[in-house]
Nanobody, 124 residues
C-alpha cells in the first residue's frame, strides 16, 4: 500500500499559478501510474492528469491541457502538478492517487491509494 500526502494548495487569483506536490511513501514502486483528481462542491471527482511512475507517459483531461503539467521526481518519491493560467472553475479539492493498473487510468475506481486532498481556490 502506498501512502500519499499532498501539499501546495491555496488561494490564488485567476491567471495565477500553483504547484501541488504529492509525497509517496510505503511501497511507491508498486504504483504504476500516479494521478491527480479534483472534486468541487456538489460535483463528482474528476480526472485531471496522470503520469507513469517509471517513464514519461502522461495523460491530461481536456479541460487542463496546455495549462497543467504533471511531473515526478523518483529520487524524492514525489509527483507534482504545475497549474498555470488558473481559472475560477479550477477551484476544488485536489487529490493525489496511485494505481498498479495498466488499463484505463482516468476513472477514480482504478486507483486504490489516495491522499487526503489539498484545497485550491481561484478567485475571479
Amino acid at each position: 500500500q502506498v501512502q500519499l500526502v499532498e501539499s501546495g494548495g491555496g488561494l490564488v487569483q485567476a491567471g495565477g499559478s500553483l504547484r501541488l506536490s504529492c509525497a509517496a511513501s510505503g511501497r511507491p514502486s508498486s504504483a504504476y501510474y500516479m494521478g491527480w483528481f479534483r472534486q468541487a462542491p456538489g460535483k463528482e471527482r474528476e480526472f485531471v492528469a496522470a503520469i507513469i511512475w517509471s517513464g514519461t507517459n502522461t495523460v491530461y483531461a481536456d479541460s487542463v491541457k496546455g495549462r497543467f503539467t504533471i511531473s515526478r521526481d523518483n529520487a524524492k518519491n514525489t509527483v507534482y502538478l504545475q497549474m498555470n493560467s488558473l481559472k475560477p472553475e479550477d477551484t476544488a479539492v485536489y487529490y493525489c492517487a496511485a494505481t498498479a493498473t495498466r488499463g484505463v487510468i482516468t476513472g477514480p475506481s482504478a486507483y486504490n491509494s489516495w491522499g487526503q486532498g489539498t484545497q485550491v481556490t481561484v478567485s475571479s
